[in-house]
């Protein structure tokens, strides 16, 4: 298997491995993919008062690509807003990485992976007003 | 490239230097056509035949029964396609093989089955092994032909062919082994275990790409031949100039296997051991896949559970393996081999296949037992499924849903 310059990149300078503490309210946690498919990726987003992503990490069992992908992913969504994060297109995962096609379903998985924790993020957040207006 | 430790024998081998010294003398000198009646043809012929007869001796057959092809594939092919059609013709329209079969085999199968046969694969256990009492219940009447892998390409494991061909014959099946594997680093002899057709490659034995063996039995020959083919050449079963200087390197490939295989199995099942013990002392969870008890032992099937097999490789870069899982393969679904063993997903997804061959030494597997077990242990720091693993989820039950 050969891989993209770019991919390697990402993949020889991994930073944002790594997890935050679940059960904290402004962590929002995604975990996406199967065995079965070869990829299962888990990431984890923390975020302020403002809803400004301050830090991302991830951990991921899979391929070459699918921790690049992640990586790629955690380094663009460091100082963004829910909806900058949201925006995030899985084309722009895979061009950054040049993914051959077989492998694009690991940026497919990158932006499940946003989705999830965002959700996760919010899903908490609407618990914690409920509490609040009991 | 020079650097790094080969440790993928069962893809393919380098060529033995003495088999490269064997073959030189018949790029330039002796490079007649074995088909022509002088001098040059007559010295190529006499070469073709030195090197069938070293190739009949590996599998102890008989001098006429060894069918020069350009490997396994090729040989396989032609075995199974002509043979159930020469079958179809007395009514014999079902197909029997494995789902563990190597991929040249399935695609026969396919292959049939569009052409109107009946395909059907049967069962292995989970250590991928095929039960017989199911292969008996499976043999009708109509079954005219089955295809049984000797020894597992990814897995080592050995099925017991004599077993498998007196229960075929006795329900008036033949059989094809493919034993592209087993050549040369198990014993085979086609006379005790009597068996139908079997193939092989060179390539696995030290021999150059591009030749290998089919075996048929005399009295099955005529299931191959196909009309008007020159029966001077390859005993008119498959036609073309044969390659003397390819048929001599298989020859003398196979000559060095006869003499040196048992001291090559005794050596590569200590190298097996050495690695095994290595690895399971070092790191828990780790699986090996398929029968120990019936396994070649210079191939290791391993799972690394937490770790996805192509990410060891990339963290492994000292030493070349291959990897079972889907990213590798591509094709994005798990090996079909451990899929039919019903080894679980992550499982699968986390092997790797090691294969040592006669040029690995006990260094080499030192530097692959520190490679694997260093890249385990990173890997498995980022893997969300080992963390599932460790806080003891049923990984299975998580991802069914």
């Known amino acids: 298997m050969k891989y993209s310059e770019q991919t390697l990149k990402y993949y020889d300078s991994i930073n944002n491995v790594g997890e935050f503490d679940e059960k904290l309210p402004n962590v929002g946690t995604g975990t996406v993919g199967s065995p079965l498919c070869g990829d299962v990726m888990r990431l984890q987003l923390l975020f302020d008062e403002d809803d400004l992503i301050v830090d991302a990490k991830y951990k991921v069992f899979g391929c070459v690509s699918a921790i690049a992908s992640m990586e790629l992913a955690t380094t663009l969504l460091k100082g963004k807003t829910i909806e900058q994060a949201l925006a995030i297109k899985n084309s722009d995962v895979a061009n950054s990485l040049k993914l051959s096609n077989i492998k694009r379903h690991c940026s497919v998985l990158a932006k499940e992976a946003i989705e999830a924790a965002v959700k996760n993020y919010l899903e908490k957040k609407g618990e914690g007003r409920n509490d609040n207006g009991k | 490239m020079n650097n790094v430790i080969y440790l993928d024998y069962a893809a393919t081998t380098p060529c033995d230097e003495r088999v490269v010294a064997e073959m030189l003398p018949h790029f330039t000198n002796v490079f007649g056509n074995p088909n022509s009646q002088h001098v040059f043809g007559n010295a190529a012929k006499d070469a073709?035949?030195?090197?069938?007869?070293?190739?009949?001796?590996?599998?102890?057959?008989?001098?006429?029964?060894?069918?020069?092809?350009?490997?396994?594939?090729?040989?396989?092919?032609?075995?199974?396609?002509?043979?159930?059609?020469?079958?179809?013709?007395?009514?014999?329209?079902?197909?029997?093989?494995l789902p563990t079969e190597h991929k040249a085999t399935l695609t026969v199968a396919d292959a049939l089955k569009a052409d109107g046969f009946i395909v059907e694969l049967l069962d292995v256990e989970n250590d991928g092994m095929l039960n017989l009492q199911k292969l008996e219940a499976s043999l009708s009447d109509d079954v005219g032909l089955i295809s049984v892998c000797f020894v597992n390409n990814e897995t080592g494991v050995i099925q017991n062919i004599e077993k498998i061909v007196e229960i075929?014959?006795?329900?008036?099946?033949?059989?094809?082994?493919?034993?592209?594997?087993?050549?040369?680093?198990?014993?085979?002899?086609?006379?005790?275990?009597?068996?139908?057709?079997?193939?092989?490659?060179?390539?696995?034995?030290?021999?150059?790409?591009?030749?290998?063996?089919?075996?048929?039995?005399?009295?099955?020959?005529?299931?191959?031949?196909?009309?008007?083919?020159?029966?001077?050449?390859?005993?008119?079963?498959?036609?073309?100039?044969?390659?003397?200087?390819l048929c001599v390197g298989f020859g003398k490939a196979a000559e060095i296997a006869s003499a040196e295989m048992h001291a090559n199995f005794e050596r590569i099942s200590r190298l097996r051991d050495i690695f095994v013990k290595g690895i399971t002392s070092q790191l828990e969870e780790i699986y090996v896949n398929g029968a120990e008890a019936s396994c070649y032992p210079g191939i290791i099937n391993m799972s690394f559970r937490g770790c996805e097999g192509e990410a060891l490789m990339m963290e492994a870069p000292r030493i070349a393996v291959s990897s079972g899982s889907a990213c590798t393969s591509n094709s994005l679904s798990i090996s079909h081999v451990l899929e039919a063993m019903h080894v679980p997903a992550d499982i699968a997804q986390s092997s790797l296949r090691i294969t040592i061959g006669q040029y690995t030494t006990e260094a080499d597997i030192a530097i692959a037992i520190e490679e694997l077990v260093a890249a385990t242990k990173k890997l498995r720091q980022m893997s969300p499924v080992w963390d599932m693993v460790k806080s003891g989820i049923d990984i299975d039950s998580v991802f069914r849903k």
């Open chain 2, 48 to 97: 073709l035949d030195a090197a069938r007869l070293k190739v009949s001796r590996l599998i102890n057959s008989d001098l006429d029964e060894v069918i020069f092809t350009s490997g396994a594939t090729e040989s396989t092919r032609i075995a199974l396609t002509r043979t159930a059609k020469s079958l179809s013709k007395i009514g014999k329209k079902r197909f029997l093989t």
């Open chain 2, 168 to 245: 075929c014959h006795n329900h008036g099946c033949l059989i094809h082994v493919d034993a592209t594997q087993a050549l040369g680093k198990i014993e085979i002899d086609v006379k005790a275990l009597n068996v139908d057709f079997m193939s092989a490659s060179g390539h696995k034995i030290y021999a150059p790409k591009g030749i290998g063996l089919l075996f048929c039995k005399k009295s099955c020959v005529k299931y191959l031949r196909v009309p008007k083919a020159n029966p001077e050449v390859e005993f008119g079963i498959r036609a073309g100039t044969v390659p003397v200087s």
